[in-house]
């Protein structure tokens, strides 16, 4: 029995996709669907939850009830994206699965990828400059300079740039 898993999952690359709700992200797992994606492809979606916005709003310090209805609120955001990447494997009848993992992006995006022994790491780049980048960090950044396998780094093409 354990040989017939083993051979069902015999030169299946294990690819994840790093996805939130930005275009970038749409842009990302597209760009892999139609460049680099195979027919035997396990694709990992994996996202993180960023609920700083809601730690930090200043209402959550005096108000409790807003902070659980925050909260509601992040959770079904959350789970209507997962939702949606989940259709689009349904839709492309992929193999794979959508996650949600918890902790700092980059660093939950990586573990995740050792978890998955994926392949390789889809991201998609907000395009920040460099100052800002700085400043503020990049997930895909990190993923870069932390990932121990290889990272494609989707960046959407500028609209206003012929």
Avoid at 64 to 90: C, P, Q, W, Y
Wanted: net charge neutral; aromatic share 6%.
């Amino acid at each position: 029995m354990a040989d017939q898993k083993k051979d069902t999952h015999a030169g299946q690359r294990v690819v994840v996709v790093a996805i939130d709700e930005s275009e970038n992200s749409d842009w990302a797992y597209e760009w892999y669907m139609k460049n680099m994606y195979r027919a035997n492809d396990r694709v990992i979606l994996v996202h993180c939850p960023e609920y700083h916005a809601v730690i930090q709003s200043p209402v959550v310090l005096t108000d409790i009830t807003v902070m659980t209805s925050l909260m509601h609120e992040e959770e079904a955001r959350v789970k209507n994206l997962l939702h949606k990447f989940g259709e689009k494997l349904k839709h492309h009848g992929i193999g794979g699965k959508v996650k949600s993992v918890g902790g700092k992006p980059g660093e939950a995006i990586v573990d995740a990828a050792k978890e998955e022994n994926a392949a390789f790491i889809v991201v998609g780049s907000r395009g920040m400059g460099a100052v800002r980048r700085t400043l503020v960090g990049s997930v895909s950044d990190y993923i870069l300079h932390h990932s121990h396998i290889p990272v494609v780094v989707c960046r959407h093409k500028d609209p206003h740039h012929h």
